[in-house]
């Protein structure tokens, strides 16, 4: 899928006259303001991008269930698709960084996702299963990417910071309605239905990726700074990126987050279907859809104030909110609580959210390798999710739920006492 | 059990057979082949809705509606059915339960048309059972006296 876009996407550069047009109209972006039009169609594509993604979670093994699967199938397929989805992070950024047409790239990826939805939803056999979970992962390793590519590329990085925070609640909405339609979907409906609802859901996100126009989405400032395309400069930016110390800092400090974060929403998950009588499925769901509410209500406001705060104080309050969250959920039984606790979720999701991509353009800039240093941050976070499911599940075994939970929190404080001692402010000196 | 049976039958008879009344089957060009005719009186045509399929089918409490779907069997070394996996509980796929429960506790009762597997347990008695690891020693849950 990937060879084949990068094909197309090749002739459309030669279409539009070739690479060496690309100083002069980078000059001619950065004068003028994107359009309203764009800004728009940015917003929805965002709200839309994360309604396409919530049926591929744990839910695809609720789906294949009902399709008679075995758990030994079932298990391998989800294996398959986080192994290619690890080494598909940094080829995916390293693609979205090499094609011009940022919003070519995501298209062909939201299609992809859409296509898979609707093999997943007809043909839920063991070789198109696996053709259509690898199918989502190469273009969701784009997709990821080139979000904030275009994002940059349209507002540049002056601006990008109030832009990402709004980027982050259009998907927050869309994560949060999306988990209740489609769990309201599942349940009432059938598990099919879900996959049917994510194609579809397809169509309305590439319009709204069509409304943004191509002449505001500068490529080189998508990239990060320079064009990556010419050979000499890639090579320069390549080993400039890799040499700097905040953004090896940011990927361990990214990856602990995860080993302490990914596992927790999970073991609440269960602990409270285990908890509650009446209103488990509620309040399973609660869990989940709160968060989402909190991202949508302050990212804005995380994003204006990364521009006047700096980075690093709201990236100490995200990754303090995560080991206080474990702390409360390890010392809390009360399935109410748990919810209350869950919102703290909120907090870190919309600073890592908006603050994670803010900091890559930082450090990336000049080097024309943004997406690429997307992409090695986006391997961090599956390893971390890796792992976290790995301990988190050992623990919970062993010890209990409760211990499970302090486990995580105590991960959690090593990655803030991390980030507090070694991350530099990096946004740059006006 | 019945992918085992099923397979049988498509091999000899073709998939229309396999839900009709018992027909006599396998008259015609196959008669007079004795291996044929050997393995047709070793298998027998159920009727629909005498036997029923398992995996991913819904589970049932007495009380309450939905209480999940059966993921796995659990045979002793005799190959005899134990325990029947049912996963319940979450939303999305995410915080669900497994649990392993004492397959005597399973059975089909019909609602009109449609045959429904219900388990001897309150939705209470679920939740609170000790969760089913694949690699470990099951704990199965009996039914209620």
């Known amino acids: 899928m990937l060879r084949r876009s990068s094909g197309e996407l090749d002739r459309s550069v030669a279409d539009t006259g070739g690479r060496d047009l690309r100083g002069s109209e980078a000059e001619a972006h950065a004068s003028k303001a994107p359009s309203r039009a764009s800004q728009r169609g940015l917003d929805w594509f965002t709200f839309f991008v994360a309604d396409i993604q919530t049926g591929f ?12 699967w075995t758990q030994v199938d079932i298990g391998l397929v989800l294996s398959i698709g986080s192994i290619v989805s690890l080494l598909g ?48 992962v190469a273009s969701s390793s784009v997709l990821g990417p080139a979000v904030a590519a275009i994002t940059l590329g349209l507002v540049g990085h002056a601006a990008v910071s109030p832009r990402l925070g709004r980027n982050a609640r259009f998907a927050a909405i869309g994560n949060g309605l999306a988990a209740g339609v489609m769990g309201a979907c599942g349940y009432f409906v059938s598990a099919q239905a879900v996959f049917f609802v994510t194609a579809v859901l397809a169509v309305p996100a590439v319009l709204a990726l069509s409304r943004i126009r191509e002449a505001d989405v500068d490529p080189v400032r998508a990239d990060g700074g320079i064009d990556a395309c010419s ?5 320069a930016g390549l080993s400039r990126l890799l040499l700097r110390p905040p953004l090896v800092i940011l990927t361990i400090c990214v990856l602990l987050f995860h080993v302490a974060n990914a596992a927790m929403l999970p073991l609440v998950g269960s602990d409270v279907t285990m908890r509650s009588t009446q209103w488990a499925t509620a309040l399973v769901a609660a869990c989940i859809i709160a968060p989402q509410f909190v991202v949508a209500s302050i990212s804005p406001a995380v994003g204006r104030l990364a521009q006047s705060w700096g980075r690093r104080p709201l990236f100490l309050i995200g990754f303090a909110a995560l080991p206080l969250r474990g702390a409360l959920l390890a010392w809390t039984n009360d399935p109410y609580m748990i919810v209350a606790v869950q919102a703290l979720d909120g907090i870190s999701g919309a600073v890592l959210g908006v603050l994670v991509p803010l900091a890559l353009a930082d450090i990336s800039r000049g080097t024309g390798r943004f997406n690429l240093a997307q992409g090695i941050v986006g391997s961090a976070t599956g390893i971390g999710a890796a792992l976290s499911t790995i301990g988190a599940g050992y623990l919970a075994d062993r010890f209990g739920t409760a211990t499970a939970f302090a486990g995580l929190a105590a991960t959690g404080v090593f990655a803030f006492v991390l980030l507090l001692a070694t991350m530099p402010e990096t946004k740059p000196a006006e | 059990m019945r992918i085992v049976y099923r397979a049988y039958v498509l091999r000899t008879l073709g998939a229309t057979l396999l839900c009709q009344v018992a027909v006599t089957p396998g008259v015609g060009q196959i008669h007079g082949d004795p291996a044929v005719e050997a393995i047709e009186t070793l298998t027998p045509v159920f009727k629909r809705n005498q036997l029923e399929s398992l995996l991913g089918r819904e589970v049932r409490t007495r009380v309450e509606q939905d209480a999940g779907r059966v993921i796995d069997l659990l045979a002793d070394r005799h190959g005899r059915v134990q325990a029947a996996v049912i996963e319940f509980g979450g939303f999305l796929g995410i915080g669900t339960r497994k649990i392993a429960v004492e397959w005597t506790a399973l059975r089909f009762e019909s609602d009109g048309k449609q045959p429904v597997l219900i388990v001897d347990l309150t939705r209470d008695q679920l939740r609170v059972a000790p969760e089913y690891k694949a690699n470990e020693p099951a704990v199965v849950r009996r039914a209620s006296d």
């Open chain 1, 89 to 136: 992070q940094v080829p995916g950024g390293w693609v979205v960084d090499w094609v011009r047409s940022k919003q070519r790239a995501a298209a062909l990826a939201v299609i992809g996702i859409g296509l898979s939805a609707l093999i997943i939803a007809v043909a839920p056999l063991f070789a198109t299963i696996v053709a259509a979970k690898l199918l989502h």
């Open chain 1, 57 to 68: 979670g744990p839910f695809l093994s609720v789906y294949l269930t009902t399709q008679k």
């Open chain 1, 231 to 235: 050979a000499s400069a890639a090579a």
